[in-house]
């Protein structure tokens, strides 16, 4: 088992355990991020996070595997196998685990192994030693067995961090619980899209707090516009791994344009290389408008939708699986909180779990629904 | 037919930070390759941009200097290309909001006073260098000067000679390097220049194709290059003979010509977006007055105050105002020899001529200015006397010789003491009897044939106004 989820196993003398996907820098250790590119990168910085967490007297368990630089995919089926993350912490081998679930693997696998998977607002957790994927996105999650432990865990890892910039000046945090009653809102548009098993879990954990009706806006779009910035970011963030400096390099080049089309051609998997091509097309001068601009625009718009939606509502839940099985529509669920920062909980309600999402800085708000149900036994 | 030629340029100074623009490895000139990186600067995943304060002071300061508008939020963008030097694979600079906008700067030439535009200044970062070997066919790369902070001036197409250039050039160097912006060293590369120049018939309004000259490591290779492009433009015209393209052309100093780069076909496309990983700056008017504050003194300012307050003469405050170099020079020796005048005197003389002979620019001499003062204190009193002086400089320049301990060890103190010379005089004139009767013939040069005399046999030690007076005595 610990082959199967982990990419780098650590020895551990106590349950105090955490993991880490591969994308996140333990100094002296490997940091493959899931990619032939990085195979032996031996990070010479420690993340943030795990000072925080070694400070406050875990262990670490090891590095859990990820897909390729954890970003989100079209072409391969990343819903087919567990995240290391979900598998290890569902197994025992570990406390807990952060990863950056910009794909929304984590936030859907999570619940059906009967853990949670806590989401934080954008800039609530340092990102410095996390191998960027899309960094308007990129942020670390906790995914755990009890929402009290991944609270607890959360208050640990979250505060400014001036290695990264977009960390909010809180130095620190603590969460409890809200006290209910909540306003609950339920996307009309997205149950009508959401697999049966999936709607009924939202369906019978609204009915039992009660939830109003909403239509969430832009939703058919959202996996275009997630697609067009998360390409846009990820072939930026990629354009490093070039063979020049560190990571892989192809053995096969004569001049400067073979060393970097052979050593990319060979070190990344059809995906990245489709984002990075993607990535390309919709920066170029002539797209830019007409893709990457149009989608900041929709973001923006999303953004001031989600503010209208939380002066009525203390959360909104959604499913976490569409009836059509495509990856890439299926984003369109994970997308709303991702970019809009906001946080979000996926938790192991009915058969296959469920989402809420709550304004931006609110996760006491998600805290507080979450331990309403546990005890009221849902 | 006469011809107009049209130029706008894009200068890039790199500034004077203690440190890199997003991270803390040290932004000096001239480390051991490679010594200044680290994992950010290298492009390691992982590390995130910390902006550097100091640089976006200093370019407030750029800002000011050059009359422009500050702009209250910045933002930074990515700039994409693949290149062996840039570890990102991308620059971080500024392309929707950058720091500054239309300001102007005021230039002189012989034509008189011009105000050239300022289209923009913003900030970025530099990129590393790469280093060929020849004989293995391979390349190096060496960081030290990635992520360097820079600001890039961007001129209006407002230049219309290279005189105006030149005088451009010399005016920011000038302000920057006094206020501390830059030490804009053309050689060093941290100031360097590139020429968008086209050229239309005069008194059209239509402008010709446009080239851009890169590779522009010095002034002269500056009035070189525009003086070939021009050239090239007007033949290309009247002739034909060769078709204008709207191209990117490197000047190579050695055969003094220019030559083609890229066109706007494979202009790369930099696919810039806003960069995410740095929020918006705000710069607030009390920030800006601080900075404002903490401007140390400009070239004209300090021109004021060494005509005004120190009677130096316009032409003397002109050129030690000239250099920051010089200026810096002046105001340290002033701190041991409270004699303006006599100081730049030294400066403008003699330092000067002994730089000229060393061939070293007035930007880059070296000097010890305690050392300095005391050469000139020991001729102000009439230690040493003047001619000894230049040569002790000579030697504080070269090998920065303590003048003191060198003056006495090989014992060039003056020799004043009366009765000593005039014996000395009284045998000179005893051994040119011819000599003296062309000076009673009213011959006056006659006295410096006896005064290179009495020098001869003193080692250049005697007082030359005690010989002097003695001279006259004797021979009338």
Same mark, same amino acid.
């Given at each position: %088992? $610990?082959?199967?989820?982990?990419?780098?196993?650590?020895?551990?003398?106590? $349950?105090?355990?955490?993991?880490?996907? $591969?994308?996140?820098?333990?100094?002296? /250790?490997?940091?493959?991020?899931?990619?032939?590119?990085?195979?032996?990168?031996?990070?010479?910085?420690?993340?943030?996070?795990?000072?925080?967490?070694? $400070?406050?007297?875990?262990?670490?368990?090891?590095?859990?595997?990820?897909?390729?630089?954890?970003?989100?995919?079209?072409?391969?089926?990343?819903?087919?196998?567990?995240?290391?993350?979900?598998?290890?912490?569902?197994? /025992?081998?570990?406390?807990?685990?952060?990863?950056?679930?910009?794909?929304?693997?984590?936030?859907?696998?999570?619940?059906?192994?009967?853990?949670? +998977?806590?989401?934080?607002?954008?800039?609530?957790?340092?990102?410095?030693?996390?191998?960027?994927?899309?960094?308007?996105?990129?942020?670390?999650?906790?995914?755990?067995?009890?929402?009290?432990?991944?609270?607890?865990?959360?208050?640990?890892?979250?505060?400014?961090?001036?290695?990264?910039?977009?960390?909010?000046?809180?130095?620190?945090?603590?969460?409890?619980?809200?006290?209910?009653?909540?306003?609950?809102?339920?996307?009309?548009?997205? %149950?009508?899209?959401?697999?049966?098993?999936?709607?009924?879990?939202?369906?019978?954990?609204?009915?039992?707090?009660?939830?109003?009706?909403?239509?969430?806006?832009?939703?058919?779009?959202?996996?275009?516009? %997630?697609?067009?910035?998360?390409?846009?970011?990820?072939?930026?963030?990629?354009?490093?791994?070039?063979?020049?400096?560190?990571?892989?390099?192809?053995?096969? +080049?004569?001049?400067?344009?073979?060393?970097?089309?052979?050593?990319?051609?060979?070190?990344?998997?059809?995906? %990245?290389?489709?984002?990075?091509?993607?990535?390309?097309?919709?920066?170029?001068?002539?797209? +830019?408008?007409?893709?990457?601009?149009?989608?900041?625009?929709?973001?923006?718009?999303?953004?001031?939708?989600?503010?209208?939606?939380?002066?009525?509502?203390?959360?909104?839940?959604?499913?976490?699986?569409?009836?059509?099985?495509?990856?890439?529509?299926?984003?369109?669920?994970?997308?709303?909180?991702?970019?809009?920062?906001?946080?979000?909980?996926?938790?192991?309600?009915?058969?296959?779990?469920?989402?809420?999402?709550?304004?931006?800085?609110?996760?006491?708000?998600? +805290?507080?629904?979450?331990?309403?149900?546990?005890?009221?036994?849902? | 037919?006469?011809?107009?030629?049209?130029?706008?340029?894009?200068?890039?100074?790199?500034?004077?930070?203690?440190?890199?623009?997003?991270?803390?490895?040290?932004?000096?000139?001239?480390?051991?390759?490679?010594?200044?990186?680290?994992?950010?600067?290298?492009?390691?995943?992982?590390?995130?941009?910390?902006?550097?304060?100091?640089?976006?002071?200093?370019?407030?300061?750029?800002?000011?200097?050059?009359?422009?508008?500050?702009?209250?939020?910045?933002?930074?963008?990515?700039?994409?290309?693949?290149?062996?030097?840039?570890?990102?694979?991308?620059?971080?600079?500024?392309?929707?909001?950058?720091?500054? !906008?239309?300001?102007?700067?005021?230039?002189?030439?012989?034509?008189?006073?011009?105000?050239?535009?300022?289209?923009?200044? @913003?900030?970025?970062?530099?990129?590393?260098?790469?280093? @060929?070997?020849?004989?293995?066919?391979?390349?190096?790369?060496?960081?030290?000067?990635?992520?360097?902070?820079?600001?890039?001036?961007?001129?209006?197409?407002?230049?219309?000679?290279?005189?105006?250039?030149?005088?451009?050039?010399?005016?920011?160097?000038?302000?920057?390097?006094?206020?501390?912006?830059?030490?804009? !060293?053309?050689?060093?590369?941290?100031?360097?220049?590139?020429?968008?120049?086209?050229?239309?018939?005069?008194?059209?309004?239509?402008?010709?194709?446009?080239?851009?000259?890169?590779?522009?490591?010095?002034?002269?290779?500056?009035?070189?290059?525009?003086?070939?492009?021009?050239?090239?433009?007007?033949?290309?015209?009247?002739?034909?003979?060769?078709?204008?393209?709207?191209?990117?052309?490197?000047?190579?100093?050695?055969?003094?010509?220019?030559?083609?780069?890229?066109?706007?076909?494979?202009?790369?496309?930099?696919?810039?977006?806003?960069?995410?990983?740095?929020?918006?700056?705000?710069?607030?008017?009390?920030?800006?007055?601080?900075?404002?504050?903490?401007?140390?003194?400009?070239? @004209?300012?300090?021109?004021? !105050?060494?005509?005004?307050?120190?009677?130096?003469?316009?032409?003397?405050?002109?050129?030690?105002?000239?250099?920051?170099?010089?200026?810096?020079?002046?105001?340290?020796?002033?701190?041991?020899?409270?004699?303006?005048?006599?100081?730049?005197?030294?400066?403008?003389?003699?330092?000067?001529?002994?730089?000229?002979?060393?061939?070293?620019?007035?930007?880059?001499?070296?000097?010890?200015?305690?050392?300095?003062?005391?050469?000139?204190?020991?001729?102000?009193?009439?230690?040493?006397?003047?001619?000894?002086?230049?040569?002790?400089?000579?030697?504080?320049?070269?090998?920065?010789?303590?003048?003191?301990?060198?003056?006495?060890?090989?014992?060039?103190?003056?020799?004043?003491?009366?009765?000593?010379?005039?014996?000395?005089?009284?045998?000179?004139?005893?051994?040119?009897?011819?000599?003296?009767?062309?000076?009673?013939?009213?011959?006056?040069?006659?006295?410096?044939?006896?005064?290179?005399?009495?020098?001869?046999?003193?080692?250049?030690?005697?007082?030359?106004?005690?010989?002097?007076?003695?001279?006259?005595?004797?021979?009338?």
């Amino acid at each position: %088992m $610990d082959r199967e989820f982990f990419a780098s196993r650590y020895e551990t003398k106590t $349950d105090n355990s955490f993991a880490l996907d $591969d994308n996140i820098m333990v100094r002296g /250790g490997l940091t493959t991020a899931g990619s032939k590119m990085l195979q032996n990168f031996v990070s010479p910085l420690q993340a943030t996070v795990v000072d925080r967490l070694l $400070d406050a007297g875990m262990e670490l368990a090891g590095k859990t595997k990820i897909d390729e630089l954890a970003i989100p995919t079209v072409s391969e089926d990343i819903f087919a196998t567990l995240s290391g993350a979900a598998g290890a912490v569902s197994e /025992g081998l570990c406390r807990i685990a952060l990863c950056n679930d910009v794909s929304g693997k984590n936030r859907r696998q999570a619940p059906a192994k009967g853990l949670y +998977y806590i989401h934080p607002t954008y800039g609530t957790v340092s990102r410095f030693g996390l191998v960027p994927a899309v960094s308007s996105m990129d942020q670390l999650g906790v995914v755990c067995r009890d929402i009290d432990d991944g609270f607890n865990v959360l208050g640990i890892i979250a505060g400014h961090d001036e290695k990264d910039f977009t960390t909010f000046p809180e130095k620190s945090y603590s969460y409890a619980p809200k006290e209910g009653p909540f306003r609950i809102g339920i996307p009309v548009n997205v %149950m009508e899209a959401a697999d049966e098993e999936s709607g009924n879990s939202v369906n019978e954990f609204a009915g039992r707090l009660g939830a109003e009706k909403f239509e969430l806006k832009y939703f058919e779009v959202l996996p275009q516009v %997630m697609y067009i910035l998360s390409c846009a970011e990820i072939g930026n963030n990629t354009s490093r791994y070039d063979g020049i400096k560190f990571g892989y390099r192809t053995e096969n +080049y004569s001049g400067l344009n073979d060393l970097y089309t052979n050593t990319r051609t060979e070190g990344f998997r059809p995906d %990245m290389k489709l984002a990075t091509i993607i990535g390309a097309f919709v920066l170029s001068k002539k797209n +830019y408008e007409a893709y990457y601009l149009k989608s900041m625009k929709i973001r923006r718009l999303l953004r001031e939708h989600a503010d209208e939606l939380f002066s009525r509502f203390d959360a909104v839940v959604m499913p976490l699986r569409l009836k059509d099985p495509e990856p890439y529509r299926n984003m369109a669920l994970y997308a709303f909180a991702t970019l809009c920062g906001l946080p979000s909980v996926s938790i192991p309600f009915g058969s296959c779990g469920l989402q809420l999402i709550a304004q931006a800085r609110n996760e006491n708000i998600l +805290y507080g629904i979450c331990k309403g149900a546990v005890k009221d036994g849902i | 037919m006469e011809y107009e030629v049209v130029m706008g340029l894009e200068v890039h100074v790199e500034l004077a930070t203690e440190s890199k623009l997003f991270c803390s490895c040290s932004a000096k000139f001239g480390a051991e390759a490679n010594e200044n990186v680290c994992p950010a600067c290298a492009g390691m995943p992982g590390m995130l941009p910390a902006v550097n304060k100091r640089a976006i002071e200093l370019g407030i300061i750029a800002g000011l200097l050059t009359n422009c508008e500050i702009t209250r939020t910045i933002t930074f963008d990515k700039k994409n290309y693949f290149y062996p030097d840039l570890p990102t694979g991308y620059q971080i600079t500024q392309l929707y909001a950058p720091i500054c !906008r239309n300001g102007f700067v005021e230039i002189e030439t012989g034509a008189g006073k011009k105000k050239i535009r300022i289209k923009q200044i @913003h900030i970025e970062e530099d990129a590393g260098k790469l280093v @060929h070997d020849y004989r293995t066919g391979s390349s190096l790369v060496d960081f030290n000067r990635a992520g360097v902070p820079l600001v890039e001036i961007v001129s209006q197409p407002d230049f219309r000679s290279s005189d105006e250039v030149i005088a451009y050039l010399e005016k920011l160097r000038a302000l920057f390097s006094f206020a501390g912006v830059s030490d804009c !060293r053309m050689q060093e590369g941290s100031m360097r220049c590139d020429v968008n120049i086209s050229v239309r018939k005069a008194g059209s309004k239509e402008l010709g194709v446009r080239t851009e000259i890169k590779n522009l490591n010095s002034l002269k290779a500056i009035a070189r290059a525009i003086e070939y492009e021009t050239d090239r433009h007007i033949s290309a015209i009247e002739t034909g003979c060769e078709e204008l393209v709207q191209e990117t052309r490197r000047w190579d100093d050695n055969s003094g010509e220019t030559y083609p780069m890229r066109n706007k076909e494979d202009a790369t496309d930099y696919r810039y977006f806003p960069n995410p990983e740095i929020l918006p700056v705000h710069i607030s008017e009390e920030w800006i007055s601080e900075v404002k504050s903490g401007i140390p003194e400009l070239p @004209h300012e300090k021109y004021e !105050r060494l005509t005004k307050e120190y009677g130096l003469s316009d032409y003397d405050s002109k050129l030690i105002t000239g250099s920051k170099n010089i200026s810096d020079i002046f105001d340290r020796t002033m701190e041991y020899v409270n004699n303006p005048k006599e100081v730049a005197n030294w400066i403008i003389g003699d330092l000067a001529s002994i730089a000229r002979e060393e061939n070293v620019p007035g930007d880059e001499i070296r000097i010890d200015c305690e050392k300095f003062g005391k050469v000139i204190k020991m001729v102000e009193n009439r230690v040493i006397n003047r001619t000894i002086g230049k040569k002790v400089l000579q030697l504080v320049f070269r090998e920065d010789m303590d003048p003191e301990i060198y003056v006495r060890e090989n014992r060039l103190g003056m020799i004043a003491d009366t009765g000593y010379l005039e014996d000395l005089v009284r045998e000179v004139i005893a051994a040119n009897e011819k000599s003296v009767l062309e000076y009673k013939a009213g011959n006056q040069k006659v006295i410096s044939f006896f005064m290179g005399q009495i020098m001869k046999r003193t080692q250049g030690k005697a007082d030359p106004a005690a010989v002097n007076s003695i001279l006259k005595k004797m021979l009338s």
